[in-house]
């Protein structure tokens, strides 16, 4: 079933439509940023902070040498922020898998992914490698974007022979038929024996979800800034693991305060809101673990990712917590969550990582509010990513946030074109961006 609602995104491209398969997947919303703003270095970001990834990347880890393959629409390996480490990988449409660059990411979800994953400014594990596999593609006669589970089987056994040790699924509805398919848990129950990490999103229903991917994989619900599971998010039986994936404060309105910020194709920066968000930051910790020692195993991994978390409601072991994960020491979290106890850990321990190294100064992201859309959204902007004048390494180590805010720093060149506030139009639970220029979908799994 598809919506004739358009979505409408800084006047690019042409009218398409907006699935309703799509907020049941993975997300939500993606406005984007002008392709003036380039930061380079390490950001400081809630959802990082949420997370604790600052804190374990303190420990000098940041997955270099892992290889994450992220089964999706496709990854922009041309963005400056991936630094050239993006994999040739393999178009599996049809079933089969062809090596090479595939198209386009027309639906522009598989960089956003990967940049959570991967990126050296916004990405969890900064130096890890992906490997892209292209299991969607947008449709022009239907104006969705869409695969099949034969594509998606196909991607994972292609993936696991061609060496990665991680793989992203932030997939949902626009696979019909991937929850029910018998062969997708056969392949992922394949790739656990291989010692391969298979991490998916749960979901946008606000629903609990079944294990529908077999007992291998790690299902991954989303929370947003408050640490609390997100409004939307699929929630319960089948849930594993909960990660940040954003959830607007102001309705109807995503921003870099309580949305995901992350890559967009054409070297652009984008927000966005859904579980999709939210598997890539496990992903991301996962290839932290392996890169921290490359002798751990999947069930090692599997037990530092579970048996860390902090507990969670409805969220299966908790919201995963990096630092924690690492063994590396962290402030107490910013952001309350619940106190159920969690559940016995059955996986084999594994040995305690390095002590954390001293680390410097982060680089401010400041948040400068543009022209409102409407009164009820007056402080809902999406504001635009500064320059970063002094690049640090990459792989440079990003210290804990300050329990206070950071005192203000000079203003940093804006981009030569004003970004607009996107306010998002909710109607029958589908949630859309709404702007004043050509039609682009938001056409996401």
């Not at 079944?210 to 409004?231: E, F, K, M, Q």
Request: hydrophobic share 45%; proline share 13%; charged share 15%.
């Amino acid at each position: 079933m598809r919506s004739a609602r358009t979505t409408y995104l800084l006047g690019v491209l042409s009218p398409r439509r907006l699935s309703w398969a799509a907020v049941l997947g993975g997300v939500l919303l993606l406005p984007v940023l002008p392709a003036a703003a380039a930061p380079t270095a390490v950001q400081t970001t809630w959802h990082a902070e949420q997370a604790r990834v600052p804190d374990a990347r303190a420990a000098g880890r940041d997955g270099e040498g892992v290889v994450v393959a992220v089964l999706d629409s496709w990854v922009d390996a041309s963005h400056q922020d991936f630094g050239g480490r993006v994999l040739p990988g393999a178009d599996c449409l049809g079933g089969s898998c062809a090596p090479g660059r595939a198209a386009p990411d027309a639906c522009d979800h598989g960089t956003h992914v990967a940049g959570t994953v991967a990126a050296s400014s916004f990405g969890v594990a900064t130096r890890a490698t992906v490997l892209p596999v292209r299991v969607l593609a947008y449709d022009e006669a239907s104006g969705e974007c869409t695969g099949r589970p034969a594509d998606v089987t196909a991607g994972i056994r292609w993936a696991v022979r061609n060496g990665a040790k991680v793989l992203n699924l932030s997939l949902g509805p626009d696979v019909p038929g991937l929850s029910a398919s018998a062969s997708i848990p056969a392949a992922v129950k394949e790739a656990a024996r291989a010692g391969v990490v298979v991490i998916f999103s749960a979901g946008n229903t606000s629903l609990p979800v079944a294990d529908s991917y077999g007992g291998s994989a790690v299902i991954v619900a989303a929370t947003g800034p408050d640490g609390a599971l997100a409004s939307y998010s699929q929630r319960g039986n089948g849930v594993d693991l909960a990660a940040p994936g954003g959830d607007p404060r102001t309705p109807d309105v995503c921003r870099q305060d309580d949305c995901v910020t992350s890559m967009f194709p054409g070297d652009r920066y984008s927000v966005a809101a859904g579980t999709s968000m939210a598997a890539p930051h496990v992903s991301g910790i996962a290839a932290l673990l392996l890169g921290q020692d490359p002798q751990r195993s999947r069930e090692q991994v599997l037990d530092r990712l579970l048996s860390t978390a902090r507990p969670l409601a409805d969220a299966g072991r908790g919201l995963v917590d990096a630092s924690a994960a690492l063994g590396v020491p962290a402030d107490p979290p910013a952001n309350p969550v619940s106190t159920l106890p969690p559940a016995p850990v059955t996986v084999a321990p594994v040995s305690p990582p390095a002590a954390p190294a001293p680390a410097p100064v982060p680089v401010p992201v400041p948040v400068a509010p543009s022209a409102p859309a409407s009164p009820e959204t007056a402080t809902a902007s999406l504001p635009p990513l500064p320059p970063v004048t002094a690049a640090p390494s990459p792989s440079e180590q990003v210290p804990a946030p300050p329990a206070a805010p950071p005192p203000a720093a000079a203003p940093l060149p804006a981009p030569a074109e004003p970004v607009p506030s996107w306010p998002v139009a909710l109607a029958a639970g589908l949630l859309v961006a709404v702007g004043a220029a050509a039609a682009r979908t938001v056409c996401r799994p």
